[in-house]
């Protein structure tokens, strides 16, 4: 996002410490934005949730802790705890708190969370270095990151981009492409209207209604994907893959290096296979090539999409539906 100048325009509206009748914070500070809008922020140690709201404001709800204990205090007493940095203009808001002193104690250390209302026309870049982060109804770009925490997004149209180094990833009813990462913890992607990118080093990954190519890869884990419509490139190093597709297109490549191989597709579609395993299950009606016991290469129904289905110790089965 572009950089902005601090402004501090009277569209701020600075509430002191006072409670909701759906949850506590601290304070809360109102935005006026042309849209479509965008928000930046940045939390060094706290949850960030992003819910859709009507007009124009953006509400940011600072939910101040330390020790778990809520914090009823106002902007001024905060910033004598962190440094808070808010630039605003006509449509971009950015917000970053960082901690004045990097050495203290967890306990001696506020945690800032943050529940924000933006007009559903808004692109957010959130970002969290130990905290969770929940996004859902917006229309436009998302980007995400947390160092230690789970990422939530779901009913958004655009594309999104979420990241965590540990935790697990559920992203759903998105019309947009979608590229998730996380280095340990479980992925989770369902009703998907684009592309799919997503990996974890150590975890789980489940595809579920998808339009689009899928990309899935994990270290250790298994990865399963149902009523799914595109191409798939799937490989893990130790684990299962299985699934099977409503509309096959381009291509499918899957390897594993431990654990077996199950795939359904529609029927009488034409195939290049290139298959190899320990023990096969794969039906050759109509087709030309080279099978063995524990290879086949060739083409099925006069040749069509390739089909590539590799594990190193496992057994492979392909079947039509």
């Not at 990954?205 to 399963?224: C, E, L, P």
Request: proline share 2%; charged share 25%.
């Amino acid at each position: 996002m572009k950089p902005v100048t601090l402004t501090l325009a009277a569209s701020l509206i600075y509430v002191s410490a006072s409670f909701s009748q759906d949850f506590e914070y601290s304070f809360k500070e109102e935005y006026k934005m042309n849209l479509p809008a965008e928000l930046s922020l940045s939390s060094f140690d706290g949850n960030i949730e992003i819910f859709p709201s009507d007009g124009n404001v953006i509400q940011v709800y600072y939910i101040v802790r330390k020790d778990i204990r809520l914090m009823k205090i106002d902007r001024k007493e905060l910033e004598e705890e962190v440094i808070v940095d808010v630039d605003h203009d006509s449509n971009h808001l950015e917000i970053r708190v960082e901690p004045r002193d990097k050495w203290t104690s967890w306990r001696d250390q506020p945690n800032v969370h943050f529940k924000v209302y933006v007009p559903g026309r808004t692109s957010c870049e959130l970002h969290t270095s130990d905290g969770n982060v929940s996004l859902r109804g917006l229309s436009g770009r998302q980007q995400i990151r947390t160092s230690d925490g789970n990422i939530s997004i779901s009913e958004i149209s655009g594309d999104i981009s979420g990241h965590t180094s540990d935790g697990n990833i559920n992203a759903q009813r998105i019309k947009g492409s979608v590229e998730v990462k996380t280095s340990d913890g479980d992925v989770a992607v369902d009703n998907i209207d684009g592309t799919v990118r997503s990996s974890t080093s150590d975890g789980n990954i489940k595809i579920t209604k998808v339009k689009g190519d899928i990309t899935a890869r994990t270290s250790d884990g298994d990865i399963a994907f149902e009523v799914v419509s595109g191409s798939l490139d799937a490989v893990t190093s130790d684990g299962n893959v299985r699934g099977e597709f409503a509309d096959l297109r381009n291509q499918v490549t899957i390897r594993t290096s431990d654990g077996n191989i199950d795939l359904a597709v529609p029927k009488g579609l034409g195939l290049n296979l290139n298959i190899k395993g320990e023990s096969l299950n794969v039906p050759l009606t109509n087709f030309s090539g080279h099978s063995e016991d524990e290879r086949i290469e060739g083409a099925v129904n006069g040749g069509g999409v390739a089909v590539s289905l590799v594990t190193s110790d496992g057994r492979v089965s392909l079947s039509y539906r």
